[in-house]
């Protein structure tokens, strides 16, 4: 059974850091993604990797503030959020394809799994 298992969203205060964590089994993923979705707005890349190479990308948003990294014998991935903004506040999923070279690395359409996701508030 395919899953991803999202956790350490929280509310926090402007400035705060948090790590969000997700958990994957079921199948080898090779690109990996966070994604977030605030109210009333799309879902949006954050960040993304892929496995062969540990090539990262950032949104621009959050570059220089957040680091997606992973942990290949815990077949978790893993996002750093440090210097966290109110702008930053939303639902984060983490999704998955098998493919390494899958636009999932930067399009949420081409995403073939996805977790429930975890909720981050940043308050002022």
């Known amino acids: 059974q395919v899953q991803l298992r999202e956790s350490g969203g929280g509310l926090v205060q402007d400035g705060a850091s948090l790590r969000l964590s997700c958990v994957a089994s079921g199948r080898t993923f090779l690109t990996m993604g966070w994604f977030r979705q605030a109210p009333g707005k799309e879902r949006e890349k954050v960040a993304s990797?892929?496995?062969?190479?540990?090539?990262?990308s950032y949104s621009d948003s959050v570059k220089g503030r957040f680091t997606i990294s992973r942990d290949d014998a815990k077949n978790t991935l893993y996002l750093q959020m440090d210097s966290l903004k109110t702008e930053d506040t939303g639902v984060y999923y983490c999704?998955?394809?098998?493919?390494?070279?899958?636009?999932?690395?930067?399009?949420?359409?081409?995403?073939?799994?996805w977790g429930q996701g975890t909720r981050v508030t940043v308050s002022s």
């Open positions: 999704a998955a394809s098998e493919s390494h070279w899958s636009n999932c690395y930067n399009v949420p359409e081409n995403c073939d799994y």
């Open positions: 990797i892929r496995w062969t190479g540990s090539i990262p």
